[in-house]
């Protein structure tokens, strides 16, 4: 009888043997993420890990982690952490990853001007990079590292974006602007 009891699985626990339950009471903003883009980098020392959330409030830009390229890139630090940070997001949802975030940025969607997605190639994985409205604050790029379906990726952001103020652009390409690079990293 033990053993049948112990066979059988409650539907609320996740995937990570978490009893989603205990967490139904905790407060929550009830922001509705429409897309999620999983494990960005940007940055050049530290390299700065991030998740993208295209809400129903706007944009969130969440880094969260620091990476080294001896200690971290070699120890492989950041596929732990972008998986750790996953698993945040799929038990406790978008509030416990802005709090766990070291950063967050936050664009309403009349904040943003477009978003640029360069589909990567050869020699580079694909970038996302976010160009807010007002032209003296700075723009937001990062390296995706677990999406290799640009195609599709594109499609989901043109979805997010229909009906909202700002454009969703294309290019071929891995999308190095030397000039727009340093810009970014001294502001």
């Not at 050049?44 to 998740?51: E, N, Q, T």
């Not at 406790?92 to 950063?103: K, Y």
Request: charged content about 30%; aromatic content about 10%.
């Amino acid at each position: 009888m033990a053993s049948e009891a112990g066979a059988e699985t409650d539907a609320a626990e996740s995937d990570l043997g978490v009893d989603l339950d205990e967490f139904e009471d905790l407060p929550t903003t009830d922001i509705e993420v429409e897309l999620h883009v999983h494990f960005g980098m940007a940055g050049s020392f530290p390299l700065r890990m991030a998740d993208i959330f295209f809400a129903s409030d706007g944009l969130h830009l969440a880094e969260y982690s620091y990476i080294t390229p001896m200690f971290g890139l070699g120890t492989k630090k950041h596929r732990r952490e972008a998986s750790a940070m996953q698993d945040v997001y799929d038990v406790h949802g978008l509030d416990e990853v802005l709090l766990q975030a070291d950063t967050v940025y936050w664009l309403g969607d009349e904040g943003i001007d477009r978003v640029l997605l360069h589909r990567g190639g050869r020699f580079g994985r694909p970038k996302l990079t976010v160009y807010p409205a007002d032209e003296t604050e700075r723009s937001h790029a990062y390296r995706l590292h677990e999406n290799d379906d640009t195609d599709a990726l594109a499609a989901e952001l043109r979805e997010v974006a229909d009906g909202r103020p700002f454009d969703v652009v294309v290019k071929s390409g891995w999308g190095f602007a030397p000039r727009e690079n340093v810009a970014r990293f001294f502001s």
